[in-house]
């Protein structure tokens, strides 16, 4: 699919520089809009809007919608009124507000006064729900029907209003007040009887959302429910728009990058390609956290200087560090990112604390043996046979082992419980994966290696 889509691309370069426009309207007119986007990436600024006017009206605006928000301000800026009006009244308002959120003040204005009055009343509306909740994705153009119309009624409502709304698939049954009574299916429609009533065949058990959910809430409704939209509330009951499943896969795809760079130690930036990110964007994104786990590592060091005398006596003990703290950080992130995917899905919650650590600790136990084997083996046949270190004695070699086991118990609890405890304090749990529970095991790594060195080597 890629070398089609780059070979498509190379076609069109050659065909716009022999000015074969109409054979590129040809070809654009029976490709998808997202892969028309992903190869308008490709073209220079000059030849971008060239590109983009040869495109058909409607369809121009679905690529549109798909195209980064560099190159829709680049052609808002190259498009004359009438152009830009044309592209406005063909897209769905979420996409409008989204694209609106995204572009300079100069650039907003300029899109408002090409909508006409109802859509720029309807952009208005859902930037006014909070952030990242269900009112600030949702789009208001949708199917409602009466619950006393006919399924003859309800067709011809169809047909009059469904080409100007996201989806037809799903009709909502509303009362004069707007409040949300049901939903019937379009298959349902068709297979019904032309006189029947809508309140006969709707179904009244219909699972909404309320404007101030969050996105990711409502995402993982429609994951759980298999839905292809979902309708979204006030607080008062009434319908005010729905959520399609695009805008669903588009919150899932945010917060899960979002999740990622939480757990890389990485502050949540904007949405840029990677190649189009500066090394400055990236630097800020990285260094507040780079900063914060280098200063955080004074507590292994203060840990170490403390127990200075005792590597002294037993300098071999130092070799060993480096293996322990990472093995220790290493189990810690595996719990912590299975219980940061458990709680993300819904599958487990705070309550469910004491389940989670006795699972954690029969894995723990399990692990921390195999690597304790693992471990004397290899201390055994490496550094003791292999590099002749006869400075690793038996006793040595229980001290590291010892350590391993419990290093492994100890980072597997941290890690499983932490997320927990981030979410019952309204923090996300994703903060507590690798890096900081990183740092947390290192200490802990450390204190019991020592405290075991003391207690069988005496030193």
Known sequence: MVDTTAVLGETLKTLIENKKFSTIRDMLETMNPSDIAGIFQDFSDEKLPVMFRLLPKELAAEVFVEMDSDQQELLIRSFSDTELKEV???????????IVEEMPANVVKRILRQADPEMRKMINEVLNYPEDSAGSIMTTEYVSLRPKMTVQEAFKRIKRTGIDKETVYTCYVISDDRMLLGYVSLRSLLLADEDEKIEEIMDPNVISVCTTDDQEEVARAMSKYNFMALPVTDKEGRLVGIVTIDDALDVIEEETTEDMEKMAAIM???????LKTGVIELWKARIPWLLFLMISATFTGIIITNFEDSLKACAVLTAFIPMLMDTGGNTGSQASVTVVRALTLGQVEFSDVWKIIWKEIRVAVICGITLAVAGFLKIFLIDRMLMNNYAVTFPVEIVICSTLFFTV???????????????????????????????????????????????????
């Open 409 to 459: 118990i100890c980072a597997k609890i941290t890690g499983c419980t932490l997320p927990l405890i981030a979410q019952k304090a309204h923090l996300d749990p994703a903060v507590m994966a690798s890096p900081f529970i990183t740092t947390i095991v290192d200490v802990i790594s450390l204190i019991i290696y020592f405290g075991i060195a003391k207690l069988i080597l005496g030193i």
């Open 88 to 98: 406005v009244d063909e897209l769905y308002v979420d996409d409008a507000a989204d």
């Open 268 to 274: 949540s930036s904007d949405d840029k390609p990677y």
